[in-house]
Nanobody
Framework: QLQLVESGGGLVQPGGSLSLSCAAS????????IGWFRQAPGKEREGVSC???????NYADSVKGRFTISRDNAKNTVYLQMNSLKPEDTAVYYC??????????????????WGQGTQVTVSS
């Protein structure tokens, strides 16, 4: 059974950092693109970043220079390092897996398998 589990969310002050993890079980991530998405209350889900099976990356303009996505296939895990966090980064963060290339991996509609989400709150 394919499963994705996010962890690492929490409460952090503006300017702080968090590192999210997306651990896969039931399948190997090696051939999958992984996307990170977020959804704030009352807002639509938006793409944050994605990484292809070859390690190419894509970032939303709002997080460029602050967030870094990476993958460790040996651990079957993808990470999202978030620095210089802002209140507007507050949302539930989800990871998703799909057999996609970099061009499509930023599109949430292209993913079939999602994690349950982890809450990130940026507040003083």
């Amino acid at each position: 059974q394919l499963q994705l589990v996010e962890s690492g969310g929490g409460l952090v002050q503006p300017g702080g950092s968090l590192s999210l993890s997306c651990a896969a079980s039931g399948f190997t991530l090696d051939y999958y693109a992984i996307g990170w998405f977020r959804q704030a209350p009352g807002k639509e889900r938006e793409g944050v970043s994605c990484i292809s099976s070859s390690g190419s990356t894509n970032y939303a303009d709002s997080v460029k220079g602050r967030f870094t996505i990476s993958r460790d296939n040996a651990k079957n895990t993808v990470y999202l390092q978030m620095n210089s966090l802002k209140p507007e980064d507050t949302a539930v963060y989800y990871c998703a897996a799909g057999l996609l290339g970099l061009r499509l991996c930023k599109l949430s509609s292209r993913y079939d398998d999602w994690g349950q989400g982890t809450q990130v709150t940026v507040s003083s």
